[in-house]
């Protein structure tokens, strides 16, 4: 996590709490035109989840030169058209210093071992204000897809999107109840 590196602002001006109305995922600007990433969003932010989303964009059309095929593992002729989505990522119980590391490394393990190509996810630990008084650390994850057709970079994004957010559920879920296990709650 770099000084430089942006901070994620859970109390910007149009935040809309999806872990009160999970629903209202479908109602953002940013999912009118990839419906998969409001599901995304509901999943993320369900009782269940082990973290809620402050912010999300999406981008319909990346040009060549926003990302690289190589990095997508697309094949030659699949990276015709690409889009890309981030979303920001909070831990509904506060992580301790070194766990956002820890979550997203074994994020990573569990995503490298799903055969998707023509796609990638980064993780970004950042810092986080929750409140105006409140810092912790989120994680802002950018996914990239790309494919012959923008239909089928949207399929390959939408996969993306649904590997992201089972392997969050898996692996936040579980640091969080051996956290739990270690301070005896």
């Known amino acids: 996590m770099g000084g430089d590196a942006p901070i994620i602002d859970a109390c910007w001006p149009g935040f809309v709490d999806l872990q009160r109305a999970p629903e209202a995922a479908w109602n953002l600007p940013e999912t009118a035109e990839f419906p998969a990433l409001a599901e995304a969003l509901a999943e993320l932010n369900a009782s269940a989840s082990p973290v809620w989303t402050s912010k999300c964009d999406f981008w319909p059309r990346l040009e060549s030169d926003e990302f690289d095929a190589d990095e997508l593992d697309a094949s030659p002729g699949s990276f015709a058209h690409a889009m890309g989505c981030y979303i920001d990522l909070l831990p509904k119980i506060g992580w301790q210093p070194g766990q956002a590391a820890t979550v997203c490394k074994n994020i990573c393990v569990l995503l490298r071992g799903i055969p998707l190509r023509c796609c990638r996810a980064d993780l970004v630990i950042r810092r986080a ?49 051996r956290m739990n296990m270690y301070s005896g709650e």
């Open 129 to 177: 204000f929750i409140s105006a008084e409140v810092a912790e650390q989120g994680v802002t994850a950018y996914l990239t897809a790309c494919g012959h057709s923008s239909a089928e970079a949207a399929l390959t994004l939408q996969a993306a999107l649904t590997a992201l957010t089972d392997a969050v559920g898996c692996v936040a879920g579980t640091i969080d109840d």
